[in-house]
């Protein structure tokens, strides 16, 4: 049956006026007039229905429990018996001179006895009587119908009851359905990252209210995954996946309901044998729809770091210290590092290697082939930000520049971690913030010597420009003893001298010395560089013996020794180790000669 808009006069709310209504009994008379104002005892109630307000024949009665109540049955008697408690039905069945009522019919009813059936006031107590027959009665039903009984039985008062029973009918057309509306709810899922978003709701109409049940996330503020939500809500939700699941699915299902038309049902009451009695059951139809939305999110991140080198020259007996700083690659398919669901971040393990680094070598892509790494290491990070440290120990086997690499390999992951990273990794071999610095000195000393010449040695810095502005320079001299190598205190000829300051200086000559025959075949040189005067921190020392570093000790041709006196032997024996220095005993003297003549003595002394 269709509904049509229903107006105050002559309308019909889908009922047919064309049926005539039969004589009514001769019983179906209502009480005195001076019981129809009786008000509704509700502390007491009564075991049979009164009549409180109204006109004539139509009336609302005071039920047992005390509200009041329409009479349905036309043709019945009004109910004098014991009346029975109120029970909710959905139709009204049939009875002589009474139609079915149920549906559409039996809604339309319900929103006026509920709506103005609780009334204390006479004309709209019969108005609402008259609407109730105009849906029940079988001979005279609709609008028609109601201004007949109207006429017949409002006791005169016509005029008044016809007003208010327009008004009723009017407000029971536009009011007995819900609101327009679609009935539409949409939700768009929005992520901000892996496992960070929101869910914004759109609902049609405005009114309707509805929950979110959520799979794969939760509520980030209350940790609920069933959330109440109404027309632009905007939930917040944190995703949940598995440990080691680099994508998962979010959805959110919405289940919505609008308060809807009034519902086809009504309070019945029975008199046997006598007419029913209806109030409304003021509820209503609830009109569900649902609304569902999901989204894949991915949580594979790619971790790197930023490395610096903790120091720019590695002392003798120093450790080599490198940090690192966790972060995401701009390439990261997530934005953010992965974290577990007990909210500690996934642990990456990384390796980290040093290596000699020689001229030309910077920033370059890979490891160059074949380059043996000096030292090796490991270190943790589980979130953007860690700091991580690798130190090595000084390497005996290398010096000048020193570089760290750090690479991620994905075979030395946990399975947890390896399944969420995008791939493998490893920063440039050679970046200038990764290296640091083994001192390269070098020294040449004065090779040989006559007696009564002078003799020395001098050491080149190669780093110096690393250098503190208070680094010192300091030589010490040690007989050399049988040919060997010694330099300790048992050898020591020349005590260390005094610092002198390096200042920038890449060539630093040391004091100078008269030979004496007491040098025997000659000195080792040690030259060391200290940090500064208090010497605690060694950046270079020598090694005892080394080429350059030595002075030897030359008789003059033509010398008798003490021991044994000048001859042939002797002078063959001198010329040969001048030989091994490249030179004839003649000109190395020259050379010496020259040299002693071009240094500054004075730049070898402690001021």
């Given at each position: ?23 009514l009994?001769?019983s ?41 109540a ?17 029970t ?24 006026g ?33 109601a ?12 005029a008044t ?114 007419q ?114 690798a ?51 070098t ?18 810095h ?69 940090a ?51 030179a ?24």
């Open positions: 049956m269709s509904r049509r808009l229903l107006s105050a006069a002559g309308a019909s709310i889908l009922l047919a006026t064309t049926l005539s209504l039969p004589a009994s001769a179906a008379s209502v009480p005195a007039a001076e019981d129809t104002s009786a008000a509704a005892d509700s502390t007491t109630p009564s075991p049979r229905a009164t009549t409180a307000y109204g006109w004539g024949q139509l009336v609302n009665y005071v039920t047992p429990d005390g509200s009041l329409y009479c349905i049955d036309v043709q019945a008697d009004w109910p004098s018996g014991a009346t029975g408690g109120g909710l039905v959905g139709g009204i069945g049939a009875t002589a001179g009474t139609r079915d009522v149920g549906g559409t019919e039996l809604a339309m009813l319900n929103a006895l509920s709506q103005f059936g609780q009334t204390t006031d006479n004309d709209t107590a019969a108005a609402v009587a008259a609407f109730v027959y105009a849906f029940t009665s079988q001979n005279h039903p609709g609008y028609d119908g201004i007949h009984y109207i006429s017949q039985k409002a006791d005169g008062h016509d009851v016809t007003a208010a029973f327009n008004s009723i009918w009017a407000w029971v057309g536009k009011n007995w359905a819900a609101a327009a509306g679609s009935n539409t709810a949409t939700t768009a899922i929005t992520m901000t990252d892996s496992t960070t978003g929101y869910i914004d709701v759109t609902v049609d109409p405005t009114a309707a209210t509805g929950t979110l049940a959520l799979t794969g996330a939760h509520e980030t503020s209350t940790g609920a995954t069933s959330v109440a939500v109404g027309n632009g809500s905007r939930i917040d939700i944190t995703g949940d996946p598995a440990d080691g699941t680099a994508d998962y699915d979010i959805r959110a299902d919405g289940s919505w309901s609008t308060p809807g038309g009034y519902a086809s049902e009504a309070w019945m009451y029975e008199t046997p044998g006598q029913r009695l209806a109030r409304g059951s003021e509820n209503r139809s609830p009109i569900p729809f649902t609304s569902e939305a999901s989204i894949t999110a991915s949580t594979i991140f790619q971790p790197i770091v930023t490395s610096e080198m903790q120091q720019t020259l590695v002392p003798i007996g120093g450790t080599i210290i490198d940090h690192a700083t966790c972060d995401l690659s701009p390439d990261s398919t997530s934005t953010t590092w992965r974290r577990n669901r007990d909210d500690e971040g996934v642990e990456v393990t990384w390796d980290v290697a040093i290596y000699a680094k020689r001229p030309g070598e910077d920033s370059l892509p890979e490891v160059p082939e074949g380059r043996p790494a000096l030292g090796t290491a490991t270190a943790t990070c589980d979130e953007v930000g860690d700091i991580m440290e130190s090595f120990p000084r390497p005996d086997e290398a010096d000048g520049p020193i570089t760290a690499v750090w690479s991620l390999d994905l075979d030395k992951q946990s399975d947890t971690t390896k399944s969420v990273l995008q791939g493998p990794w490893h920063d440039a071999f050679g970046l200038p913030d990764e290296t640091t610095v083994i001192p390269r000195v020294t040449k000393a004065v090779p040989s010597v006559m007696e009564g010449e002078q003799y020395g040695d001098t050491a080149h190669e780093d110096v420009g690393l250098y503190p502005d208070t680094a010192v320079q300091t030589f010490t001299a040690y007989r050399i003893t049988d040919g060997q190598p010694v330099c300790d205190a048992t050898t020591e000829y020349l005590p260390e001298s005094a610092p002198i300051l390096v200042n920038g200086r890449k060539d630093v000559p040391g004091p100078t010395f008269t030979a004496t025959r007491d040098m025997g075949t000659g000195v080792n040189w040690i030259e060391r560089t200290y500064d005067d208090s010497k605690q921190v060694l950046l270079s020392e020598g090694v005892c013996g080394q080429e350059g570093e030595q002075t030897l000790f030359l008789d003059r041709p033509g010398q008798k020794l003490a021991s044994t006196g000048f001859d042939g032997a002797t002078l063959a024996a001198g010329a040969a180790a001048t030989m091994l220095l490249g004839s005993p003649f000109v190395v003297r020259g050379v010496v000669r020259r040299r002693a003549s071009l240094i500054d003595l004075s730049e070898g002394l402690a001021g």
